[in-house]
């Protein structure tokens, strides 16, 4: 059973917070390394933050200090805290796997996101 369900985005002034959260199948979840990924109006999806199955963390430049992933190994739950946020975080936010693709009926696997956007 493949799962990536994610939740949590809105409307928000700069500055303002959001915390995402993504449920998925525990067949994902125990064994991956696990991402938050955007994709911002007219680019592409671009990685954010990982977190492996150790707790070990990642993040990008543009987040870096902003940003803070977690995992609940109970719900097979991963989130994204967003601090800070700015114009330039709006986007559709998701979550997957990193380093490999979930593959159903051929193709790769994605949520359906969660929309985040920050207002100036």
């Known amino acids: 059973q493949v799962m990536l369900v994610e939740s949590g985005g809105g409307l928000v002034q700069a500055g303002g917070s959001l915390r995402l959260s993504c449920v998925t199948s525990k067949n994902i979840f125990d064994v991956n390394i696990m991402g938050w990924y955007r994709q911002a109006p007219g680019k592409r999806r671009e990685l954010v933050t990982t977190i492996t199955p150790e707790d070990l963390k990642n993040y990008a430049d543009s987040v870096m200090g902003r940003f803070a992933i977690s995992r609940d190994n109970s719900k097979n739950t991963v989130y994204l805290q967003m601090n800070g946020l700015k114009p330039e975080d709006t986007g559709v936010y998701y979550c997957?796997?990193?380093?490999?693709?979930?593959?159903?009926?051929?193709?790769?696997?994605w949520g359906q996101g969660t929309q985040v956007t920050v207002s100036s």
């Open positions: 997957n796997v990193v380093g490999h693709s979930i593959q159903v009926d051929g193709r790769d696997y």
